[in-house]
């Protein structure tokens, strides 16, 4: 910047003395030494575009397509409790007494969200990502199966529509 300015002031000086020397000064000083280090750029961004490349050839961009899968799998991840919903109505007896009185039942789901919380649509996510990959599954057959788990687990009473969380 201060390179172009001291130019800029030394051609403008001459040419309002009326020197064509002025225009050709600011033309020649700052065009030809752009042009060289441009060219210099150029020449340097080709050299290192072919190292790329040769990077990249070396499994470099597999590996970074990996990471971004694994990326990928990370954020989906952590939709699932938002996307996937699912909750146990099971109960189990307790048979602690308090006060004389038996305790009441406690709900299965309670103790699964104490220990890992939304472990359910987790599994369930699971289960159907290894149909999908070791069997080869069509997704609609996923679809298929968890229609026909959730009719039959919901109408045995096992499990229910979550309850909605307002933010």
Request: hydrophobic residues 55%.
């Amino acid at each position: 910047m201060v390179y172009n300015s001291i130019i800029f002031i030394l051609a403008s000086q001459w040419a309002q003395e009326g020197l064509i020397i002025g225009p050709i000064f600011a033309a020649v000083m700052v065009l030809v030494p752009y042009y060289l280090v441009r060219r210099w750029q150029f020449d340097f961004g080709y050299r290192q575009g072919r190292n790329l490349l040769k990077h990249l050839a070396s499994g470099a961009l597999q590996r970074f397509n990996e990471g971004l899968i694994v990326l990928g799998l990370i954020v989906l991840g952590g939709f699932i409790p938002k996307i996937v919903g699912l909750v146990t109505t099971l109960h189990y007896p307790s048979k602690a007494i308090a006060g004389g009185k038996p305790k009441p039942p406690v709900a299965v789901q309670d103790k699964i969200d104490q220990v890992v919380p939304f472990l359910l649509p987790v599994l369930l996510t699971a289960l159907i990502y290894f149909l999908l990959k070791r069997f080869r599954l069509n997704p609609i057959w996923a679809i298929v199966i968890l229609f026909a788990i959730g009719l039959t687990l919901g109408g045995l009473g096992w499990f229910a529509k979550p309850p909605v969380v307002s933010p």
